[in-house]
């Protein structure tokens, strides 16, 4: 099962870069609010699943 | 090693001869090893001038126990049986009443390990029968020792599991989004090192290894392995 990445209690600047890196390592992040922090959700598929290459 | 091999080679023959019939054999137990270790240090051009660790190791066991007491010259430490010596057999027992054809407790082993912070290797090796056998077979600590799984396993093993983390960048973390960042081919070095440590790998691995405060020993010794 891919795994869901959580990561909560961040600031607006931290949960930008997170998403950011995540986008670029595979996965599709979302910022969200989380009272009055923010909080993102990386949802990154299994490595047999994203495509990997082949050696 | 040739010496070795010798051994190896007449062990195996005795074993087979004793399967195949019931031609007399020595009264005596054959241990025979024959290990092969290799190690390779290049830097190619090719590769950017980066070091190149290579390890090889092969090994061979063998061994012949006679359980049969038929041996051309085969006496009794203690004759105290009308029985003949074709008919008894080698047996291991304790002060209880327990009894077994044979008592032997063996463990061949390695650990190899290499890095830019040192590399060390490990051969364990042992082969014991009889009463040494039962001590070491008994004693939970020699159990523990000869682990198959390395004791952090289960750890490592739930940590790769986790989905929950919480951010805590520190300047192992800032060395290596530098070091990803300066070089595309960095990622499968950087991903190497990774499954070296027992990490997971695959897409937002290595995010998770830069940012999360769990990750953190773990960043700061594979940094320290990339020479950064």
Known sequence: MAPIFNYDNLSSEEADDLVEQFNNDGCTATKEASGDKWKVVADCPDEEASGGDVE | ?228
Do not use: W
Not at chain 2, 78 to 94: M, V
Not at chain 2, 98 to 111: M, T
Not at chain 2, 164 to 193: G, H, I, P
């Open chain 2, 1 to 228: 090693m040739r010496s070795s091999r010798k051994i190896v080679s007449g062990a195996v023959l005795l074993a087979a001869i004793s399967v195949s019939g019931c031609v007399n054999h020595n009264d005596v137990l054959l241990f025979g090893t024959k290990t092969n270790f290799g190690v390779e240090i290049s830097a190619t051009p090719d590769n950017g001038g980066i070091p190149e660790f290579i390890v090889g190791y092969k090994r061979r066991e063998a061994v012949f126990m006679p359980l049969v007491v038929n041996g051309n010259d085969s006496k009794l430490i203690k004759s105290n049986t009308t029985e003949k010596l074709s008919d008894i057999k080698y047996t291991g027992s304790t002060t209880g009443t327990d009894r077994d054809a044979y008592s032997v407790f063996a463990s061949f082993g390695a650990d190899v390990t290499g890095g830019s912070d040192g590399n060390s290797v490990g051969l364990a090796q042992f082969f014991a029968t009889g009463i040494a056998a039962q001590r070491l077979g008994g004693n939970p600590n020699v159990g523990k020792a000869l682990s198959v799984q390395p004791p952090d396993s289960e750890a490592l093993e739930q940590l790769n599991k986790l989905t929950e983390l919480t951010l805590n960048k520190d300047d192992s973390s800032v060395k290596l989004q530098a070091y990803l960042a300066s070089d595309d081919a960095n990622k499968k070095k950087l991903e190497a090192e990774m499954k070296k440590s027992g990490l997971a790998t695959g897409p937002g691995r290595i995010t998770n290894l830069i940012n999360a405060k769990e990750f953190a020993d773990f960043r700061k010794k594979i940094a320290t392995n990339l020479g950064l």
